[in-house]
């Protein structure tokens, strides 16, 4: 199997890395959080399998919601139609999401979740008459996803370099994260001054400007970049001033990550416009929602009137098996009480992470909720990063798969999700792998 991987499938991102070019382990099967592949091998999932099987492999309770689903209508068209899951679920998201989100666009993955929210946000302002506004702010480190729309308004410049004559123009602010911090200087005393770049920005541009989106409380693809505490709110608050509309791009931080619902309410945010994906349907099937403002969608009621009609739909949009995966997994939420659980096993990740600062090669060491960091530097006490060609996060990766777990690095930060269902002992096994493959790569 692994040479007909190598043979006929092309991978994301592939030849990116070093570690890319390894031979691929190809899983045969998965259970609880362990991923097995086809000589038996068993590995922690420790990045659930790219932040989406949070209540890890074959939960009952979702095999079951499909199955049964199965047995009625496995998919039919939202264009025209309903289905039972697709409206209970949107009415249970409009719940559990913050204040002000009630309605809900279907779609299939993060970058069209996103996609669709500035589609929205272009088009709101237009029926609006406010016609100039039409661009979008993001942070310097965005990543909201691989459709043009969404590199467009990322800031990676890994992803963003080859296609820029295909994108949009965006204006970009620092991204906050006081350990890249150019001031160098502590959230508590600098008086936030990365949000002050949102303030200049828009007290000159606010009438050009759209929409802001942004991850809450987390750069993921950025390298787990965390923002200071208040960021977010006094980003609220500066849109809301200068009305902006506020895309929260939830797609990675929601559904428990961050140790609540959802990133938004750490500071108990209202954003204009939500999305959400990775961890809806607990990892069993692709399926993304925009929730908006009752606001928003009714700027797009217009009968039969061409100009106001949101143009956007997908072929598997509101799919009624993911859309039973997805009512499952808010049950299991629910009646497993998820959050409610989370924390004794954050304080055992923050206590090993503690560890970890200490070892001679980690510069940074970061989490929010079950998110975690870790930052290799050459020369920590002078923040002086390895060269790119020595891929310290790669190999450090790859040792910790010959120790049974799967990590990614991003550059030479070392990522670690673990599925929320992963035990106190099984999150601790998984750290002290990534201690021990960091020193024996490092030291
Ligand atoms: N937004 C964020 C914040 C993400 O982390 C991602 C994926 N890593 C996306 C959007 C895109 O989601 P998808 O890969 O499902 O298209």
Redesign the pocket.
Known sequence: TERKDKTFVWHPFTQMQDWAARPQKVIAAAKGIKLIDTEGKEFYDGVSS??VNIHGHQHSKIDQAIIEQLGKVAHTTMLGLSNIPAVELAEQLVEVTPCGLNKVFYSD??????EVALKMAFQYWQHKGKMKKQKFISLQQ??????VG?VSVGGIDLFHRVFKPLLFSTVQIPSPSCYHCQIHSESAICGLQCAAALEAVLAEHHEEIAAMVI?PMV???AGMLMSPPGYLAKIREITRKYDVLLIA?????GFGRTGKMFACEHEGVEPDMM?L??GITGGYM?L?ATLTTDEIYQAFLGGYSEKKTFYHGHSYTGNPLACAAALANLAIFKEERVIEGLAPKIEAAAAKLKEMEALTHVGSVRQCGLIIGIELMQDKYCKIPYPWEAASGASVCCKAREYGLIIRPIGDVIICMPPLASTVEEIETMLEIIKRSIREITE
């Open positions: 790219l932040w993955d993060g970058s069209t979740a996103v965005a990543y909201h996803g691989d459709t969404t991850e750069q993921a693809a791009d939830e797609v990675a931080t999305t994906s990775k692709p993304a």
